[in-house]
């Protein structure tokens, strides 16, 4: 079982940046493949970028060029850098994580994922 904990959530003006930081439990962290979501008030939980076994990366259109992920695997954390936030990023921001098949396994499908933290708020001021 990994248990993911999300932080670094907050109140960012638009053009800003935050970085959130999820960390995971358990000692094979660097065999899973690891995602970001996020879910605005109303909406479906949409895919924002991911990250593989192998440091392959996937980056939705919404935030592609503002928002890049990157893993430390000796911390068993995966990191979220938001940068040009807009007031549309507003969101709970949740991490996922998966013992990926392969080390280029990599989902945008949320259904791909086994382990889900509590989410974190990040809302953008305009």
């Known amino acids: 079982q990994v248990q993911l904990v999300e932080s670094g959530g907050a109140l960012v003006q638009a053009g800003g940046s935050l970085r959130l930081s999820c960390a995971a439990s358990g000692r094979t962290f660097s065999t899973y493949a690891m995602g970001w979501f996020r879910q605005a008030p109303g909406k479906e939980r949409e895919f924002v970028i991911g990250i593989s076994r192998g440091g392959r990366t996937y980056t939705a259109d919404s935030v592609k060029g503002r928002f890049t992920i990157s893993r430390d695997n000796s911390k068993n954390t995966v990191y979220l850098q938001m940068n040009s936030v807009k007031p549309e990023d507003t969101a709970a921001y949740y991490c996922?994580?998966?013992?990926?098949?392969?080390?280029?396994?990599?989902?945008?499908?949320?259904?791909?994922?086994?382990?889900w933290g509590q989410g974190t708020q990040v809302t953008v001021s305009s």
């Open positions: 996922a994580g998966r013992l990926a098949p392969t080390t280029g396994w990599l989902s945008s499908a949320s259904r791909d994922y086994d382990y």
